[in-house]
């Protein structure tokens, strides 16, 4: 290629000739194509997922080796940045969405809230306030209300999207700590089995370490509502001022859901914001079965949901609700000069004082696009789907000679272990067995499974939450984990 060759290219991608003539700007046609380009590395790496491994991973000097350096001077052909993202960056993560992925808390995102994404990025929205974002505002305040009447919350409750339960927990407990008017000595209460965001968000609003109080479960991993009694009678006999009680709507590990109408029972009567943790199992609702788990949920001051796993939605999608939505305005309304011209009165409402953002993605677009899209009986089948396999997994486990279930299946965690009914083996050769058998399934099988650990119990852990996951996908998986429990036994 000689020089005026290169020097066209160069206009060609920086799209010289443009209105605003910007260097970074491409013309509309390489623009398409590029777009289509990904679109179908997309679509085709979707498609042969299920034949994969739930996982792939490198050693950080192998990619530091590839990415590490000073950025390009010159551009490069965007065809091959973008094959190279496609490639070498991207597949090189837990495949949160495969089919067989029951690790952690996966997810499954609809095709509609990806291109919900990639045109609100495009579109450039800012969601902080009203005047610059009235139509993305009203979405979120429309998608906010679908949320508040699952949860069965009253007129007069809402709130706004955030990035997930971390940022959700925090806006909670600065609504609390502010609605309990600021306390010195102030105190937060939650299970052992409580997710690490809140021990988190308890620290980042001021609560000293012993102000932390972490409340012992029961047999069922469930908060001990004679401890937390216990706990705050104490605390207020002492001159410590209980601000906050966080309950699980599925923990983390195990999916137990705390006693929430005695939570709520007790916070009423004590005067206590009770904070729902529900970012994993709070979509239960829309069913009829988890509607009657989570009885009480309604009562609590704040809820927190992930849409971005048991609603099928990209990453981010975390939402916080209140019952009374002037208690995150009151927390969080401050004035700002240079955002005066923002204020459009009472009913326009500026999302950035309703929690710690002020610039902010427009998150409701993928979840309002996506119900549009599939109609609220495709998502109510894809919640319930995740239970029924639960529950079909559990029975296996309770079948099966080789495996000890650990706790009884809530919504969709199964909590289990090698152990067989054959053998006389001690706490510590069964760890061994089944630290054993986790590896070998990351290693040598295309499923990926966690682990957590019940009181001192280490338990192997099957998250079932993809709507595209099969009964033979749950099977097939632990009767991998039977075989290579018996292999590891022989070694």
């Known amino acids: 290629m000689d020089q005026e060759d290169k020097k066209a290219d160069t206009r060609k991608v920086s799209g010289e000739g443009a209105a605003a003539g910007s260097d970074l700007q491409m013309m509309p046609e390489q623009m398409l194509d590029l777009a289509q380009k990904a679109a179908r590395l997309v679509v085709e790496r979707m498609e042969t ?132 008017g600021n306390p010195e000595r102030a105190a937060v209460y939650m299970s052992d089995q409580s997710h690490s965001a809140h021990v988190r968000a308890a620290r980042i609003i001021g609560i000293r370490p012993e102000g932390i109080r972490m409340i012992a479960s029961d047999a069922y991993y469930r908060l001990d509502m004679e401890a ?138 993928k979840i309002w696009m996506s119900v549009q899209t599939f109609g609220m009986a495709a998502f109510r089948s894809a919640v319930s789907k995740g239970m029924e396999l639960a529950s079909r997994a559990e029975q296996f486990v309770r079948e099966s000679p080789d495996l000890e279930l650990l706790n009884p299946v809530s919504l969709s965690i199964v909590c289990f272990r090698v152990n067989p009914a054959d053998a006389e083996l001690d706490e510590d050769a069964l760890e061994k067995i089944n630290r054993t058998v986790l590896a070998e399934v990351f290693w040598d099988d295309r499923a990926l499974m966690s682990s957590t650990t019940l009181g001192k119990t280490f338990s192997l852990r099957l998250c079932i939450l993809n709507h595209t996951t099969s009964w033979e996908d749950v099977q097939e998986t632990l009767e991998t984990i039977v075989r290579f429990g018996k292999e590891a036994r022989g070694k």
């Not at 952690?104 to 969601?127: E, K, R």
């Not at 679908?146 to 959700?168: H, N």
């Not at 529900?278 to 988890?290: L, M, P």
């Open 49 to 180: 997922l299920p034949q994969e491994g739930a996982w792939e991973g490198e050693f950080k000097e192998e990619l530091a080796d590839q990415f590490m350096g000073d950025p390009p001077e010159a551009g490069r052909p965007p065809e091959e940045v973008l094959e190279q993202a496609a490639r070498k960056i991207l597949p090189i993560a837990t495949r949160l969405d495969h089919p067989r992925c029951f690790a952690f808390i996966p997810t499954s995102p609809t095709w509609p809230g990806v291109l919900a994404d990639f045109m609100a990025a495009a579109y450039t929205i800012n969601t902080a306030t009203w005047l610059t974002s009235s139509g993305p505002s009203q979405v979120e305040l429309a998608v906010i209300d679908w949320f508040r009447r699952w949860l069965g919350y009253p007129e007069g409750a809402g709130g706004l999207l955030t990035s997930g339960g971390s940022a959700a927990s925090v806006n909670a407990l600065v609504a609390a700590r502010e609605h309990a």
């Open 228 to 365: 937390l009694v216990r706990a705050v009678a104490q605390d207020r006999e002492q001159g410590i001022n209980p601000i906050a009680i966080c309950a699980n709507a599925g923990a983390a590990s195990t999916g137990a859901i705390d006693p929430l109408e005695a939570m709520a029972e007790f916070c009423e009567k004590e005067g206590i914001w009770l904070h729902v943790d529900a970012a994993y199992g709070g979509f239960a609702v829309v069913t009829r079965e988890g509607k009657q788990r989570l009885r009480g949920i309604e009562r609590a001051d704040s809820v927190g949901l992930d849409a971005h796993k048991w609603f099928f939605q990209p990453y981010e999608a975390g939402s916080l609700l209140v019952k009374d939505i002037r208690t995150l305005e009151r927390a969080f309304g401050v004035h700002h000069d240079v955002l005066q011209d923002t204020i459009w009165g009472a009913n326009h409402p500026n999302f950035s004082d309703r929690g710690l953002q002020l610039s902010r993605s427009f998150r409701a677009l």
